[in-house]
């Protein structure tokens, strides 16, 4: 099959790598998002969203011609889908107990519907949104086929998760292996053929509901991953072992890899994507369910430390250091951070927080330090929730000249404990309960 022009649907964290790196490749590309404010951003030749080295291909992807910009699709040879499917806000079901969220596929669905008057005989279109099982058999093919073509014979159609790592989207998209799930073989097949324009690693080919369920299992398994490296936290405290020594010497076994705790978890795959299967099987999944429980649960863990530290909260005031999800990245979407900020205000404590990497975020209810002299000034504690590069850096005696705080509660396992104790710290780390 011969793909000269294709239309990605959704021009966010993945859609706009992904179209921008085909019309590098030489492949015409039309980029579309239902957001006017992102087409007229991007067409002023600006980027809203933060990863490196994504400007430099969007430009070049722009000056080459190949990629142009519009809030409605048109003809093309493929259609790739990569919106968001976020949760339902007011939504929630129950099982035995278990309450869980839906998921709202209302986007999906509506860039399908889309697709429709444009679908042509020979089209191939790939869903990339992270969706639940069977969506792209169940939710995808009755939509298309309003157009009175018929999937398999008139047109292909794939599910191929995006697997790439925020922070190094770039890199990972041309050179992560690929999944390819067809809702046929020649489907799979076609989808084969488009990704090979520029990915460098492995394209496998299967079916669509095995590839919607690859990468479902992908995020819930380092989910659960990261709920026992909590779980284990929460143990240590209890048993006077410093959990992070614990790990790093589990570790040395051959065949154990355990994760690192931390505040819990945040951004918009691995705390969402379990809840796909919790929603699609709840009568199936009390492991997957558990683990999400005990990983929105480590704030309030976070918080203890804190009171462990301080005592009564009310009237003290404390730098937290980081607001991101996950360290050096600028995103700040379900942050743990941000719940363990909310809590601290919710026990009378006054929180500044210094994020590096948006210093000017306007989040609600949160006060955002102009710079880290700021934050630390007036502080009781500093509270480490990020593990940023820069934060690792930070020199403890220059950090005692500027404060007058001489507790530190480190969450992410940062912080040299001699050096800053030498500096004339307190220091209080998650996992461990030790003098
Ligand atoms: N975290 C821990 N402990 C750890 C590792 C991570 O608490 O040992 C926390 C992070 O701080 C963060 C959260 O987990 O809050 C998630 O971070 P992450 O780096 O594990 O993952 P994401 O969400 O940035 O990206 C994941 C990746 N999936 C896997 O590694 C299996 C990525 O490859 C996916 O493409 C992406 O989800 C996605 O879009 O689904």
């Known amino acids: 099959m011969n793909f000269q022009k294709i239309c990605v649907l959704g021009l966010g964290y993945i859609g706009l790598p992904t179209a921008s790196t085909f019309a590098t490749n030489g492949v015409r590309v039309v980029g579309v998002d239902v957001n006017p404010h992102v087409i007229e951003t991007l067409r002023n030749g600006n980027i809203h969203i933060h990863e490196p080295g994504l400007r430099t291909v969007v430009e070049a992807a722009l000056k080459s011609g190949n990629l142009t910009v519009s809030t409605a699709p048109e003809e093309a040879d493929a259609f790739l889908i990569a919106v968001p499917t976020p949760f339902y806000e007011d939504q929630v079901q129950e099982y035995e107990g278990r309450k869980y969220k839906l998921a709202d596929m209302r986007a999906v669905a509506s860039a399908a519907e889309a697709i429709v008057p444009c679908l042509r005989k020979g089209n191939l279109v790939v869903l990339e949104s992270t969706s639940p099982p069977r969506t792209t058999v169940d939710l995808i093919i009755p939509i298309l086929e309003r157009s009175g073509l018929k999937v398999g014979t008139d047109f292909f159609l794939c599910y191929s998760p995006e697997r790439v790592l925020p922070g190094q989207i770039l890199r990972e998209l041309i050179e992560n292996a690929r999944v390819i799930g067809g809702v046929t073989p020649e489907s799979a097949k076609a989808g084969h053929n488009l990704y090979a324009i520029f990915v460098k690693g492995n394209i496998i080919e299967t079916d669509a509901t095995t590839a919607e369920m690859v990468k479902l299992m992908e995020n819930t398994t380092r989910d659960v991953n990261i709920a026992i ?207």
């Open 229 to 435: 490296a909590n779980e284990f936290a929460r143990l240590a405290e209890k048993f006077g072992v410093d959990v992070w020594e614990a790990i790093s010497l589990a570790n040395l076994h051959p065949r154990i890899n355990i994760l690192s705790p931390g505040p819990g978890v945040g951004g918009h795959c691995i705390s969402v994507d379990p809840w796909f299967f919790v929603e699609a099987a709840p009568e199936l999944t009390p492991l997957i369910y558990e683990a999400r429980q005990v990983n929105d649960g480590q704030p309030h863990f976070v918080v203890k430390k804190v009171k462990q530290a301080l005592g009564e909260l009310k009237g003290k005031k404390i730098a937290a250091l980081g607001l991101a999800y996950k360290p050096d990245v600028d995103d700040l979407r379900e942050s743990p951070a941000t719940e363990v900020v909310h809590l601290l205000q919710n026990e009378g404590a006054q929180v500044r927080v210094w994020e590096p990497f948006k210093p000017e975020a306007d989040m609600q209810g949160i006060n955002m330090a102009p710079s880290l002299d700021a934050a630390l000034s007036n502080a009781d504690l500093i509270l480490l929730l990020v593990k940023h590069t820069e934060f690792l850096k930070l020199d403890p005696n220059e950090v005692g000249s500027k404060t007058k705080a001489r507790f530190l509660v480190d969450c992410v396992n940062g912080w040299n404990l001699e050096q800053w104790k030498h500096a004339g710290f307190n220091i209080f780390r998650l996992g461990v309960n030790k003098s």
